[in-house]
């Protein structure tokens, strides 16, 4: 049963600024341990159509399943509520902070009820960095001083902490170098053992081609179609990002072929 | 990534978990106190700087700027600027002394300083976070329209004058008046002044240190959009800072009137520079994001025993702002050394 309900399935979502419309009659779904890039140029209406999830916007029309029930997102606390993290690529993380200070930033754990408990967010800090496989020297370690892929295992710490089911990675590996990229890869294969269902969103193929299990590509704020990235080929994709077109193997949303 | 950049990170790593400003500014501090303790022997004959008398003095004197650099400390934090607490200290201490000259009351010319103090800071934050001004425009006006408002109560630029002695205790009283202390020996002399510091540098440093408010107010400043993200109001922690500064303004206007024993609308002329050094010299960055509490009072009594020090020497007090300056523009230089190492 757990295999043909999707985690996430957005259906027939529009949204429209001023006469504009930015995203039309777009269904995709994701599924628990899958990974589903979202792809298309600038303006495509991907980052548009993933922040109705993540509660930044809200649709014009459309329904949003979570775990088959349908549910309302107003707000980003609203998406938290329902185990959706954010991952935003530099932007979420303050530097002069510490791994433990970032990973509970809004959220901190307290001791006798007022005062900051800084030994617990430091152990439960430690706990989730090694689940991910990451050894940082020293956890009180100004985050300024991690590299890159470092910096994004402490966000996506952040978010599998609170117990997230359903993370959002915003241009995951576009300002890493390779050696960086690769351990964001090994990062996400982590998660998706864990069961998370992960949406990547990137205008560059080239990050997201292959750390994803499907692709979905939008031009013009319209679904042009979702492949398994098994079944196509990189140029594939990019016909269908370039010219809208799909290619002859293209299939249908994972739960329509149940 | 390449070699080059490498070495510089590896150094800014290691003097960033040193935190050596701050151990510079306690070196300074302590050489300076050497320093001077041996100069005044030689000159005077006598331990004239470090002795109970003049140590006191000197922490009784770091005390009106100390506690307003406690509140500074938090508006520099979120790479925010207060100009405007040396006027609002003259307001509030005009007020003090009017009140006290009205015979309204010891409790009333406590709490009317203090929530003047703390209604201007919230008016600044407002003007910061809703109406989109710099705090830098937004409290010089402050300090101009402020220092009209303490000459305009005033009777035309006079000293107000015709305060009670209860009054008194808070800047001139000391410990050994409260019923019960009289008799211990070195507490009975330590200044009511001083007793405030202490309070003010405890409360600050702790909320700094060990509450999830002082832990967003340096997440604020070191990236107010991650901040936000996370669930942090940011401006609700825009203006609670502005407050802080303005209470602490106030607090030192109460212990400066009542130890005056006059309300001055002249008082605390420039002395907003006074605070802002006295943290910029304790290592916080006016960058935001980087500093404590303890530094800027550690930056404020550098800077009160250099006064201190040239003043038992008898060095010419035209010196005092060019030392000063010369400590100040050391300080940020350092700060921006710093600053690019760990880059």
């Known amino acids: 049963m757990a295999e043909n309900t999707p985690l996430v399935e957005m259906r027939n979502i529009y949204k429209s600024f001023g006469g504009v419309h930015a995203v039309e009659d777009v269904t995709i779904d994701l599924f628990a341990g899958e990974v589903v890039g979202l792809v298309g140029h600038n303006g495509a209406g991907k980052s548009t159509l993933i922040k109705m ?75 989730v960095l090694d689940r991910l496989r990451l050894n940082l020297p020293s956890v009180k370690e100004k985050v300024v001083n991690l590299s890159g892929g470092q910096r994004q295992a402490v966000a996506i710490g952040r978010a599998i902490y609170f117990n997230a089911k359903i993370l959002i990675m915003d241009e995951p590996t576009a300002a890493l170098g390779p050696e960086e990229t690769a351990q964001v890869g090994e990062l996400i294969h982590q998660l998706k053992k864990e069961g998370l269902g992960i949406f990547l969103i990137s205008h560059d193929l080239h990050d997201v081609f292959d750390l994803s299990d499907r692709v979905s590509v939008l031009k013009n704020g319209a679904l042009v179609g979702t492949v398994h990235t098994a079944d196509v080929t990189k140029d594939d994709v990019l016909a269908m990002i370039i010219a809208g077109k799909l290619p002859e193997v293209a299939t249908t949303p994972k739960s329509a072929q149940a | 990534m390449s070699k080059l950049t490498t070495q510089p990170m590896l150094l800014g790593r290691s003097l960033a978990r040193l935190d050596w400003r701050q151990y510079l500014t306690l070196f300074i501090f302590l050489g300076l106190c050497v320093v001077f303790h041996f100069l005044t022997l030689w000159k005077l004959g006598r331990p004239a700087f470090i002795s109970q008398v003049n140590v006191i003095n000197v922490i009784r004197q770091v005390s009106i700027v100390g506690i307003m650099a406690v ?60 109406g989109r001004i710099p705090s830098f425009v937004a409290t010089l006006g402050v300090l101009a329209s402020y220092r009209g408002i303490a000459l305009l109560i005033s009777n035309r630029g006079q000293p107000v004058t015709g305060i009670d002695p209860s009054f008194r205790f808070i800047g001139a009283g000391v410990l050994g008046d409260v019923p019960g202390l009289a008799s211990i020996p070195f507490i009975k002399v330590i200044p009511i002044p001083i007793v405030i510091f202490a309070v003010v540098i405890a409360v600050g440093a702790i909320v700094f240190q060990r509450y999830p408010f002082g832990r967003h107010v340096a997440a604020v400043g070191g990236n107010a959009t991650a901040a936000r993200l996370s669930g942090i109001n940011v401006r609700a922690i825009k203006l609670a800072v502005f407050a802080i500064s303005g209470i602490c303004a106030a607090i030192s206007a109460l212990i400066l009137t009542s130890r005056l024993n006059m309300g001055s609308p002249l008082s605390g002329t420039t002395m907003e520079l006074d605070v802002i050094a006295a943290v910029v010299v304790g290592g916080t960055s006016l960058y935001g994001g980087r500093g404590s509490v303890l530094g800027s009072i550690l930056g404020a009594m550098l800077i009160g025993v250099l006064s201190n020090g040239l003043n038992l020497m008898a060095v010419n007090p035209h010196w005092q702002p060019v030392v000063k300056g010369v400590v100040i523009a050391t300080a940020v230089l350092l700060d921006q050394l710093g600053r690019r190492h760990e880059e």
Request: glycine share 10%.
């Open chain 1, 53 to 127: 999830l993540s509660g930044a916007y809200t649709a014009d029309s459309g329904k949003i399943f979570i775990d088959g029930r349908e549910v309302t997102i107003n707000n980003p606390r609203d998406a938290r509520k329902y185990g959706i993290e954010t991952i935003y690529q530099t932007l979420a993380l303050a530097d002069n902070l510490d791994a433990p200070a970032n990973i509970f930033l809004g959220r901190e754990l307290m001791r006798s009820g007022y005062l900051l408990n800084d030994d617990a967010m430091e152990a439960a800090s430690r706990e």
């Open chain 2, 71 to 130: 509140g500074m400390t938090y508006v520099i934090m979120v790479a925010e600027i207060d100009l405007g607490v040396g006027s609002l200290l003259a307001v509030c201490g005009m007020i003090a002394a009017l009140l006290q000259r009205a015979d309204a009351g010891l409790l009333a010319s406590i709490l009317l300083p203090l929530l003047v103090g703390v209604a201007t800071g919230l008016f600044v934050g407002l003007l910061v976070t809703y």
